[in-house]
């Protein structure tokens, strides 16, 4: 998703679309041809995120209040995931605490929840008030909301990827049975 991001972005600033200098992630997808890659790179995210990135898809431009809340939605929600997953790795690790790179990944996951908690808020809160105030005094706000937001993104995306640590742990096997006849045969293990 963050390659996405940023091939939006780039795709943005060669067509002269947005300035080089951070825009939001939402402004990067708002014209045609970049438009279609941000719709499309949130609608693959939606499949893998289980439909709530969707609502991102709908360009801030076209319908505003949709965008937000989507954006509000992955923002919020990972943040919450965040700090679930985290506290869950530490149940789990506390148990069992004989690895030191689980502590160590324990420790990361709620350095980065913290972290993402407090760029996501800030996003929010400077985001809000520089679209309330005039255009020539919302400059630092703005700067300020949007260097927020991609690092929200890149905080999250770099969460996402510490679930490697537990994942790797699982091992999934299922058996299949085949009847025939109201028969059943002995069952056949398929490790996935």
């Known amino acids: 998703m ?36 941000f719709t499309i790179i949130c609608s693959v995210s939606s499949f893998f995120l289980c439909l709530i990135v969707y609502r991102v898809c709908f360009q801030a431009g076209n319908v505003p209040v949709v965008h937000f809340m989507g954006a509000m939605t992955i923002f919020c929600g990972g943040v919450l995931y965040a700090w679930l997953q985290s506290v869950v790795s530490y149940q789990i690790y506390h ?10 990944s324990v420790c990361f996951k709620f350095f980065l ?10 996003a929010v809160v400077t985001g809000a ?5 005039p255009h020539s005094q919302a400059g630092v706000l703005h700067t300020l909301s949007t260097w ?11 969460f996402f990827l510490t679930l490697h640590t537990d994942f790797r742990r699982i091992q999934v096997n299922v058996f299949v049975q085949l009847r025939v006849n109201e028969g059943i045969y002995t069952p056949t293990p398929l490790n996935l």
Do not use: K, M
Request: charged letters at 5%; one cysteine or more.
């Open 2 to 37: 963050a390659l996405g991001f940023l091939t939006t972005y780039i795709v943005a600033v060669q067509n002269n679309h947005v300035t080089p200098y951070l825009p939001y992630i939402s402004d990067t997808g708002r014209n045609p041809p970049e438009s279609c890659i």
């Open 95 to 104: 148990v069992n605490l004989t690895h030191h790179g689980g502590s160590i």
């Open 113 to 122: 929840s913290i972290l993402a908690t407090v760029v996501v808020v800030t």
């Open 129 to 133: 008030i520089s679209r309330n105030v």
């Open 148 to 158: 927020s937001e991609w690092l929200s993104a890149c905080t999250l995306t770099l």
